[in-house]
Nanobody, 123 residues
Framework: VQLQASGGGLVQAGGSLRLSCEAS????????MGWFRQTPGKEREFVAAISWSGDSTYYADSVKGRFTVSRDDAKNTVNLRMNSLKPEDTAVYYC?????????????????WGQGTQVTVSS
């Protein structure tokens, strides 16, 4: 699976962005899709994930209630809608894909990664 993330940019605090991740190369529908973020000098951290069916979603406590993950298997895309953005949300955001439902919060459990897209939230 090849993943291409897009949609990052510069936004003021309180604003919104929508990140998209387009998958190609293999059947997309069987994978759990995750979003992670990373800032310089820190480990990549879990942001959100969505099950292969789309019925279950998971969020880091820091983004719960502000971010929404969704998927459109017909378009091979997974989206991350980010509302009420804060300066601490500034990071490079990555989408990732994995088989199996366990350990969805652990970056090392994912098999495929996109290239990352920068999100910068100004105060």
């Amino acid at each position: 699976v090849q993943l291409q993330a897009s949609g990052g940019g510069l936004v003021q605090a309180g604003g919104s962005l929508r990140l998209s991740c387009e998958a190609s190369g293999r059947a997309f529908s069987g994978y759990i899709m995750g979003w992670f973020r990373q800032t310089p000098g820190k480990e990549r951290e879990f942001v959100a994930a969505i099950s292969w069916s789309g019925d279950s979603t998971y969020y880091a406590d820091s983004v719960k209630g502000r971010f929404t993950v969704s998927r459109d298997d017909a378009k091979n895309t997974v989206n991350l809608r980010m509302n009420s953005l804060k300066p601490e949300d500034t990071a490079v955001y990555y989408c990732a894909a994995k088989m199996g439902s366990n350990s969805y919060r652990r970056p090392m459990s994912y098999d495929f990664w996109g290239q990352g897209t920068q999100v910068t939230v100004s105060s």
